[in-house]
């Protein structure tokens, strides 16, 4: 079936720091990869996506390539913000009628000052 | 257009009561969709909505719950005889129904916690 595997957590970063979530997924077919992110307190929020293999997804500092030959889609950023210190997920959709989108379980990001 | 709202936010109910969750999706999406989420752990499927009709439901959707969106617009997800185990997030989701390029936008959830 589809899945999605994600690093575990919690990863403490210090300000300015490299970030790297590595995320590898299984399903057939060519799914739609995605990063979601939940800030404390808030709902899910999409950060990036990509809808074909070899695309890059880029938003707010964060990137992530649509790799089909690892079945990868790891989550960088160059320097981290406190304000980064959040949970994010890996996920994928796939045309299986309904679309829905299929999670891993997280990655909690601590950034300290 | 103010997202995906849900209702109410947080629940608080004794072990066997029924309750009954909202979701209102973004407007000019057809598709519509319940998750659970428990702590510490993405959200899982329960079951998705083409417009008014249910076309999947997860095998963790028991006959305790049931999901409706009866004029393709809003939806609600009722849950009979509540048991300890019902107590997580339930996220709503709506996306366009336009492949699966799309990416669903989230409700903020509703909490559930059944004592």
């Known amino acids: 079936g589809n899945s999605v595997t994600q690093m575990e957590g919690p990863v403490t970063l210090s300000e300015e720091a490299f970030l790297t979530i590595n995320c590898t997924y299984t399903?057939?077919?060519?799914?739609?990869l995605f990063w979601y992110v939940q800030y404390p307190g808030e709902g899910l929020q999409l950060l990036l996506k990509?809808?074909?293999?070899?695309d890059k997804g880029s938003n707010k500092g964060f990137e992530a390539t649509y790799r089909k030959e690892t079945t990868s889609f790891h989550l960088e950023k160059g320097s981290v913000q406190v304000s980064d210190s959040a949970v994010y997920f890996c996920a994928l959709t796939r045309n299986t009628g309904g679309f829905k989108t299929i999670f891993g379980a997280g990655t909690r990001l601590f950034v300290k000052a | 257009d103010t997202g995906v709202s849900q209702d109410p936010r947080h629940k608080i109910t004794k072990r066997g009561q029924n309750v009954t969750f909202r979701c209102d999706p973004i407007s000019e999406h057809n598709r519509l969709y319940w998750y659970r989420q428990t702590l510490g752990q993405g959200p899982e499927f329960l079951t998705y909505?083409?417009?008014?009709?249910?076309?999947?439901k997860s095998r963790l959707l028991s006959d305790r719950f049931s999901a409706e969106r009866p004029k393709g617009s809003f939806s609600t997800l009722e849950i009979q005889r509540t048991e300890q185990g019902d107590s997580a997030m339930y996220l709503c989701?709506?996306?366009?129904?336009?492949?699966?390029?799309?990416?669903?936008?989230f409700g903020q959830g509703t909490r559930l916690t059944v004592v």
């Open positions: 399903a057939t077919g060519y799914p739609s």
């Open positions: 909505f083409q417009n008014e009709a249910q076309l999947e």
């Open positions: 990509a809808t074909k293999a070899d």
């Open positions: 989701a709506s996306s366009p129904g336009t492949g699966n390029e799309g990416e669903a936008f």
